[in-house]
């Protein structure tokens, strides 16, 4: 059995991986090769990356792509993507062309606010400490003045603090509940001090306060939420309904299932979370590229997507008066300065391509990337079936793990354009060509 290592963090790179390659390749010789390989050889970069975490060994690569023709509120925007799913760049890219002739996506910022808690304990009378909650709470905002300095000077803060009651749901549950305005910060940091330092104001007061005999309140934990149903945007793309019309199928047969569609992942479960799945697909990728916390934008999305009491659509469609109307709401927090953005090349370029949005425009461009990349999904679900664009992209994947050889990918490209691609018709036509 392998043994637990104590001190593992404080020793070399070399070291750790040495120890890795002793303890769980004692036989593979290759492992070594595999982890030199990603490094890089400028010694400064791979250093930047060594250091956004602890333990590193090397660099994991995902493809970074672009899908260009994005149309939104009059303006064209190419959205960078970072993502290893064969179809999706190329997905998004579908639906940015159908809909540049067909007026584009427009956008709006409902909300930009943000939101964390103070989670505290407490078993006495909840008047006592609603008292002393209104006596404490200029001290509570005045001990985060230095904190708030340079965010306040831009027009962003502390928006409020309330107490909230909770003990109903929890017993002895009470929460001082923060808004935020972080402006082009996502803010996690932000929120965070200001949380911890307004927490240490409060119990501090509470230590000395008169008014709290055998039951004192006691601060459990300080955090920001993920959830964050105030900081909405919303993406939407309209167009009359015959302007749908593609190949064989009329505009109006078309709207009619793609709306089908959209109620079923309305009001089922299980296609709901697949149906979501498809927008995250493009709301991750754009958020990676951007350097932005795509499990925070995750958690938040989906307990969003739940926030009725069952989980439904992100996306909502409907017919009127001819005319067919498909958009998303959703919240995101996200950020154009600060954390990875002005440290890794790749997010630095990828806003640059962006033309350095404010965190308003990202929340934008990222709906609009969840929209499309629905639109695009649903448009073949309920036309030819995903499995066609799907396994079309596919293809390269499965040339690579028969190690193919660019001569044999050529013919295959070619061949595979009119012939369904599977594994084993992949296979069998390679198999046939070296024979
Ligand atoms: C695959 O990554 C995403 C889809 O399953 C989304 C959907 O079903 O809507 C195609």
């Known amino acids: 059995m392998t043994q637990p290592i104590s001190g593992f963090s404080k020793k070399s790179k070399e070291e750790k991986i040495q120890w890795l390659l002793d303890t769980y390749f004692p036989k593979n010789k290759e492992a070594k090769q595999v982890i030199e390989q990603y490094w890089n050889s400028d010694q400064a970069l791979q250093q930047l990356h060594d250091d956004f975490i602890e333990n590193a060994l090397t660099n994991y690569y995902l493809p970074f792509g672009v899908a260009p023709n994005f149309l939104v509120n009059g303006s064209l925007y190419s959205l960078p993507m970072v993502i290893e799913e064969s179809s ?56 985060i003045a230095n904190i708030q300095e340079n965010m306040k000077r831009r027009g962003g803060g502390l928006i409020d603090i ?96 793609f709306v089908r569609a959209i109620d079923i992942a309305k009001s089922e479960t299980r296609r709901a979370v697949t149906h979501n799945k ?61 954390g990875l953005t002005s440290l890794h090349p790749l997010v630095k370029f990828a806003l640059q391509l962006l033309q350095q949005p404010t965190a308003r425009e990202l929340m934008e461009l990222i709906a609009v990337a969840g929209l499309a990349q629905n639109f695009a999904a649903v448009k073949s679900l ?34 595979f354009t009119t012939t369904a691609v599977s594994h084993s018709a992949v296979t069998k036509f390679i198999t046939s060509l070296r024979s």
């Open 278 to 338: 498809g927008i995250m697909n493009g709301i991750d990728a754009v958020v990676l590229a951007t350097g932005n916390d795509f499990r925070a934008v995750e958690a938040g999305v989906h307990a969003y997507a739940a926030r009725n009491g069952y989980y439904s659509s992100l996306t909502h469609a409907k017919i009127e008066d001819g005319v067919f109307s498909f958009w998303i709401e959703l919240p995101l927090a996200l950020g154009t300065v600060g």
């Open 88 to 143: 999706v760049v190329a997905a998004a890219s579908n639906a940015a062309k159908f809909w540049l002739s067909r007026g584009g996506f427009t956008t709006e910022v409902i909300s930009t606010t943000k939101n964390g808690q103070i989670h505290i304990d407490f078993y006495g009378a909840s008047e006592t400490l609603a008292d002393f909650f209104t006596e404490i709470k200029p001290k509570l905002i005045e001990s």
């Open 162 to 257: 309330e107490l909230l009651d909770a003990s109903q749901t929890l017993e002895g549950y009470y929460q001082l509940h923060a808004t935020f305005e972080t402006l082009d910060a996502m803010g996690a940091n932000f929120i965070n001090s200001c949380l911890e330092q307004m927490a240490a104001t409060f119990e501090a007061e509470a230590n000395t306060s008169k008014k709290f005999d055998t039951h004192q309140p006691k601060v459990v934990m300080s955090i920001l939420s993920n959830y964050v149903p105030e900081c909405m945007v919303r993406a939407s793309v309209q167009c009359k309904v015959e302007d749908l019309a593609q190949n064989d199928i009329s505009g109006e047969n078309f709207a009619a299932n």
């Open 382 to 415: 309920v036309t030819v079936g995903i499995q066609k664009g799907h396994m079309k992209m596919h293809l390269m994947n499965i040339l690579n793990q028969l190690e193919a050889t660019s001569e044999e990918k050529k013919k295959a490209i070619e061949y």
